[in-house]
């Protein structure tokens, strides 16, 4: 089956600096990769997503990379606000339609 | 219009006994899922419908626990013999489609076994 790493598990950013998290996949023929922002308490909310037949994706201050080659994704967030902090999954959906979540990354932005 | 709804939002049981847990999906998604989301941990996958039936239980961690979903709409996530170790929150989702399409989560069902 798949198996989603992600890393790292909590990180802690100045007001207006960029914060990344890495994810790598295992099974080479998942093919859609979403990312979920969850506050404490709420559900998951999808805030981008990217399909492999795509190399990036940006929406305003999100972005998303993809490297299928060496199976990584990774979230990309500028000019961070407090209102970012949060926890963040990564997925990977595999041909099966089953989803894999990484184990979060804590973000913390300071002002 | 309305989003994915669960019920109860939170269950404390003693274990042994047996629980269902209601997802109702966003109408017209075809695909439904159930999770399970342990503190500090990522959601973990237990099964998936494409309409009435279970495309994939392969997540189901033992046979105490079932889910139906009749109708192609509403599903319910059945344990039996409830265990301390069931304890999480569980949550359901739904799609308008299978492969590739974006998930919508409800709020979770919040279960504890004393």
């Known amino acids: 089956g798949e198996n989603v790493e992600q890393h790292p598990s909590t990180l802690s950013v100045q007001e207006g600096d960029s914060a990344v998290i890495k994810c790598t996949y295992s099974?080479?023929?998942?093919?859609?990769f979403p990312w979920y922002k969850q506050e404490l308490g709420k559900r998951p909310q999808l805030i981008i997503d990217i399909r492999s037949n795509v190399g990036e994706k940006k929406d305003q201050r999100i972005a998303v990379t993809l490297n299928k080659t060496a199976k990584h994704f990774s979230l990309h967030i500028t000019e961070t606000q407090p209102e970012d902090s949060a926890v963040y999954f990564c997925a990977a959906q595999n041909t099966g339609n089953q989803f894999y979540f990484g184990t979060g990354t804590s973000l913390t932005v300071i002002p | 219009g309305a989003g994915v709804s669960q019920t109860p939002s939170n269950k404390v049981t003693e274990k042994g006994k047996y629980v269902e847990l209601r997802c109702d999906p966003i109408?017209?998604?075809?695909?439904l899922y159930w999770y399970r989301q342990s503190l500090g941990q990522g959601p973990e996958f237990l099964i998936y419908?494409?309409?009435?039936?279970?495309?994939?239980d392969s997540g189901l961690p033992n046979d105490r626990f079932f889910a139906v979903r009749p109708e192609g709409s509403v599903s319910t996530l059945k344990i039996q013999r409830t265990e301390r170790g069931d304890s999480a929150v569980y949550l359901c989702a739904s799609s308008p489609k299978g492969l590739g399409g974006e998930q919508f989560f409800g709020p979770g069902t919040r279960l504890t076994v004393l």
């Open positions: 419908f494409q309409g009435t039936g279970a495309a994939d």
């Open positions: 099974d080479s023929a998942s093919n859609y």
């Open positions: 109408s017209g998604h075809t695909a």
